[in-house]
């Protein structure tokens, strides 16, 4: 994509159920304009392959969620840590990172 092509919400869709998440996640991630942005750019930095796992998706999802108004250098450490199950809970992405916020 060029500079900042837009992707369509149905590309959105196709995207982030390939990382697992469920159909009411994916509702509530495609309804804000801002959690879908992280998300997409959360998937788009990540060299990990991400599996598609729905407890994989759910700890991305409270990640992109996190740090949906902003840039955080961090955030592809904590995406790699999600991916290779070194964080397997919300709590730890909120509060171990909290500072992402």
Known sequence: ????????TEELEVKFKSIGLNDKSLTEAI???FIRASL?????ETSEEIPNDPS???LL?????????????????????????RIK???QVEGKYSFVR
Do not use: C, W
């Open 1 to 8: 994509m060029s500079k900042r092509e837009e992707i369509s």
């Open 31 to 33: 309804k804000s304009k």
């Open 40 to 44: 997409d750019k959360l998937i788009n």
């Open 56 to 58: 994989i998706a759910a």
């Open 61 to 85: 999802l409270a990640l992109a969620t996190a740090t949906q108004k902003g840039t955080f250098e961090l955030r592809p450490k904590v995406t790699k840590e999600i991916v290779s199950g």
């Open 89 to 91: 809970s919300p709590k």
